[in-house]
C-alpha cells in the first residue's frame, strides 16, 4: 500500500490555484527540468491550464487528468504526488520503487493536474461560466474541455485516467467508458478493496459504459495509437463518514487507485488477453 507524508493537511484547508501552481506544478520543472506546458487559459480568461509529459518517449501514452470539478480539488494534490512517484522512484515506498521504475521506463504519460482552475480556486464544480465541464464532451462550449480534447487528439493516448470525487458516504468507485471495460474495472475494484479498508464499488451511475457527453464516455470513443480504442478508468475518490478532516484517506484510496489502474492497463497491454 501506498501512502506519502505531503497528505497529511486538513480537507478543509484550501489552497490557491496560484499556490497550487507554486508549491506543486512548478517544483515538476525546477527538481527534474520537465518542461510545463502552458495550454491556455481557463473560462476566466485569466488562470492557465499546465500540463507536462513524463515517462519514456516513444513507449505507449497514458494520460492522466485530474481536478476537472474544481470542488474536487483534492484529487489534484494526491495525483501530482502519485506522478511524481513515477518521475522519482525513490519517493515511492521503498518495497514498491521497482514497480514505479517499470512504469517510467514502459510508458510515455501525459498530466494535467488541473483542468479547471477557476472552479478548483472557487471550491465549485462548474467552470466560471457554470458549466460543468465534465459534460461538455461533444458539445465543446468551454476552453477546458477543448484543451483536454485538442490533447487526447494529439496524443492519440492507449488509456485515460480520471481522477475525481464525490460526497457518497465511504464509498471509492471506479468507472470505464463507452469501449466496454468491464473485466478491467471489475479487477481494479477487487484490488482495491484488498488493499483498502474502505468499500469500492462500481461507479453508480453507468458505470461500464458513459455517455459520449461526459469525458470518458467521448474518450474511449476515440482510436489510440495502438489499435485500440482509448481504454477510459475513472476514480472516483469518496467522502469517509468516520475520517472527514484529513486529506490523508482520500490520498491513500488516489494514489493505490492509480497504480492499480496502472498495473491492470499494464497486463493488457503486455499479455492483449484481459476481456475488456
Known amino acids: ?7 497529511t493537511m486538513s480537507a478543509y484547508e484550501h489552497s490557491t490555484y496560484a499556490d497550487f501552481v ?28 499546465y500540463g507536462f509529459s513524463f515517462g519514456t518517449v516513444g513507449k505507449p501514452v497514458i494520460y492522466i487528468q485530474s481536478s476537472i470539478h474544481g470542488d474536487e480539488w483534492e484529487t489534484a494534490f494526491y495525483t501530482i504526488t502519485f506522478v511524481e512517484m ?7 515506498p ?6 514505479f521504475k517499470y512504469l517510467k521506463y514502459n510508458y510515455s504519460f501525459y498530466y494535467i493536474p488541473v483542468v479547471n482552475p477557476w472552479g478548483f480556486e472557487n471550491q465549485t464544480r462548474e467552470n466560471f461560466n457554470m458549466v460543468d465541464c465534465n459534460r461538455n464532451f461533444g458539445t465543446w462550449t468551454e476552453p477546458e474541455t477543448i484543451i483536454v480534447r485538442d490533447k487526447v487528439q494529439e496524443l492519440k493516448p492507449l488509456a485515460y485516467v ?3 470525487a464525490m ?16 473485466t478491467l474495472i471489475d479487477n481494479i475494484i477487487k484490488n482495491m478493496n484488498f488493499l483498502l479498508d474502505v468499500y469500492v464499488d ?9 455517455a459520449p457527453d461526459r469525458g470518458r464516455g467521448w474518450i474511449s470513443t476515440q482510436l489510440s495509437n495502438y489499435g485500440t480504442n482509448t ?33 491492470h492497463l499494464d497486463n493488457f497491454w503486455k499479455n492483449r488477453t484481459l476481456t475488456i
Open 1 to 7: 500500500m501506498i501512502t506519502s507524508h505531503k497528505l
Open 22 to 49: 507554486t508549491n506543486y506544478i512548478t517544483p515538476i520543472n525546477t527538481n527534474y527540468g520537465i518542461t510545463i506546458d502552458n495550454l491556455g487559459v481557463c473560462s476566466d480568461d485569466a488562470k492557465n491550464i
Open 86 to 92: 513515477i518521475i522519482n522512484p525513490s519517493l515511492a
Open 94 to 99: 521503498y518495497p514498491l520503487q521497482k514497480i
Open 162 to 164: 480520471d481522477n475525481q
Open 167 to 182: 460526497s457518497r458516504t465511504s464509498r471509492h468507485s471506479v468507472g470505464g467508458g463507452v469501449f466496454k471495460t468491464r
Open 202 to 210: 462500481p461507479y453508480p451511475i453507468d458505470p461500464y459504459e458513459a
Open 231 to 263: 481504454i477510459a478508468i475513472l476514480l472516483e475518490c469518496g467522502w469517509s463518514q468516520e475520517h472527514t478532516a484529513y486529506l490523508q484517506e482520500k490520498g491513500d484510496f488516489g494514489l493505490n487507485a492509480n497504480l492499480s489502474a496502472l498495473l
